[in-house]
């Protein structure tokens, strides 16, 4: 069992960088894949990133390459997503999920476990 809280969103303008975490409950954290996705007013929910249980396999969507950066600290059960050279378009509720497996995806139905997101505004 595997809970998810993420902080760390607000406004920010274009350019500009935010740092998002997740604290995550439960004693399988250190072998769970983790993930980051964002959801648009009026989109459907888009991969951001995810993370191999041992952070040694990340991926990531072209639009977030060379600009977004996650990372975990299995020692305290936290992952992170760095934005940097934020755009408009990266605006949206961003939420931390979590696998049964220590395997990276980037499909959402894959995830078991959702936080309550986090809203990100890219503007000026």
């Known amino acids: 069992q595997v809970q998810l809280v993420e902080s760390g969103g607000g406004l920010v303008q274009p350019g500009g960088s935010l740092r998002l975490s997740c604290i995550a409950s439960g004693r399988a954290f250190s072998t769970t894949a983790m993930g980051w996705f964002r959801q648009a007013p009026g989109k459907e929910r888009e991969f951001v990133a995810a993370l191999s249980s041992s952070g040694l396999t990340p991926i990531y969507p072209d639009s977030a390459k060379g600009r977004f950066t996650i990372s975990r600290d299995n020692a305290k059960n936290t992952v992170t997503l760095q934005m940097n050279n934020m755009k408009p378009e990266d605006t949206a509720v961003y939420y931390c999920?979590?696998?049964?497996?220590?395997?990276?995806?980037?499909?959402?139905?894959?995830?078991?476990?959702w936080g309550q997101g986090t809203q990100v505004t890219v503007s000026s």
């Open positions: 999920a979590a696998r049964s497996t220590s395997v990276v995806s980037s499909r959402d139905a894959e995830y078991k476990y």
